[in-house]
């Protein structure tokens, strides 16, 4: 029986880097959906449910991304509401990367140093991988800020996570090079969550930084989140501080992406969210 991976996309196209690493991690065939959402996505879900006897279940799941984090938890909830006794399927929730791009970040991150009871920063943390990175960190015990370019922003990012997950993460505004230094006093970790190809912070605004102990850039795309990092970088020394780049984090990101896929076709019934999916970076990282 082949494994089916119904892909659904919150955005008007579905993601091609999902589509791989879902062929990728095991799945037979993947069928991607764009626009799906809570109104559109219960017959859908109908399919994958009714269709296959309870023993052959495991082999139909359903994969939830886009690039809208509450719209994918939107849809979550709503696929995980239509399920009932044994009329279920396995659900991986992964919008934009984020949880298992944060989780291989927050997992690397915690296995070269404690965080617990440490400022960290999360630069540009409205997007998805910024919020999921602060939750982490909130659960290692870190004291987090959230920043974004408008106070609005993040105050709405932090209300989020404090809503779904009782997360405690402070907003701050960090705008131009002051609201970057007061943002910055006195923090321990960096972790630089920005959009695609913008530069957040220069190198001589963390090489000579007193209390910055390590740094951590998910951005790939040229010019990198932080300067004076290379992206291959995975705990390496830079002015007496670990710095981690966004392909040093990238590979275990992949790694976590498909075995979560593969793991969704062992039983009918597993869920991999934020909380799991950070738990099964762990888990690689102990195996490694
Ligand atoms: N390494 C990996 O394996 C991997 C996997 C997935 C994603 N990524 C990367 O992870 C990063 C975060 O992804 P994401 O989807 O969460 O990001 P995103 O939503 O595209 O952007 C995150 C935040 O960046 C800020 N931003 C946008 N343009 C900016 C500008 N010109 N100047 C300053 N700030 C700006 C915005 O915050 P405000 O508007 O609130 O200021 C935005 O909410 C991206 O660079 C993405 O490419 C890496």
New binding site residues.
Partial sequence: MKKLLFQLDTDPLPSA?DTVVAYDGGADRVIPYGNVAPDNVEAIVDGAIFTRSPKKKKNTAIFIGG?E?AAGERLLDVVQKRFFADFRVSVMLD????N??AA??VALLCRAKSVADKRVVV??????????AALYLTREGARVLL????LA??EQ?CELLATRYGADVTPTQ??DEQSMRAGLDGAEIVF?????????LSETQWQQHSTIEMLA?????PPL?IEGID?MDKGAERHNKLTF???G??TL??RLHRTCVAKLFTDQNQLFDAETIYAVAKSLLEEA
């Fill in positions: 880097f690039s984090l919008s934009n990367g984020s298992t791009t291989a970040a630069l540009a943390g409205t997007g998805p991988v910024g919020q999921r920043t974004s370019r408008s922003r993040a990012a960090v705008s630089a969550a920005g959009a695609a190809g913008v530069q957040l850039d998910v951005n790939a795309t989140g992206m780049g966004a392909i984090l990238g990101k992949l």
